[in-house]
């Protein structure tokens, strides 16, 4: 059974950082793309930030470019995202998404969302 168990997150001020990591389980990690996405009050889900199975190439929304890095660890089944210079914008509950094998941009399992604040 499929399980990505999301960490991380919280409050930050603008201009801060924080690092959201998601632990999977079930499935052979190495071999899928896995990316994060984030849905804000009253806005459509937003996808964020994808990486491939190898962890060599990675894509971010231009709203994120240069701000976020995702990276990953498939020697301990992890995925994680590094987001720097937050701003109020970025606030929104942030889901960790398994990409399906041959289609790395659909998705067939979540996580359970993490609350990230942009606040000062």
């Known amino acids: 059974q499929v399980h990505l168990v999301q960490s991380g997150g919280g409050l930050a001020q603008p201009g801060g950082s924080l690092r959201l990591s998601c632990a999977a389980s079930?499935?052979?990690?190495?071999?899928?793309?896995m990316s994060w996405a984030r849905q804000a009050p009253g806005k459509e889900l937003e996808w964020v930030s994808r990486?491939?199975?190898?962890?060599?190439?990675?894509d971010d929304a231009d709203s994120v470019k240069g701000r976020f890095t995702i990276s990953r660890d498939n020697a301990k089944n992890t995925v994680y995202l590094q987001m720097n210079s937050l701003k109020s914008e970025d606030t929104a509950l942030y889901y960790c998404?398994?990409?399906?094998?041959?289609?790395?941009?659909?998705?067939?399992?979540w996580g359970q969302g993490t609350q990230v604040t942009v606040s000062s």
């Open positions: 990486i491939y199975s190898d962890g060599k190439v990675r």
């Open positions: 998404v398994k990409g399906k094998a041959g289609y790395p941009d659909e998705y067939d399992y």
């Open positions: 079930g499935f052979t990690f190495s071999n899928y793309a």
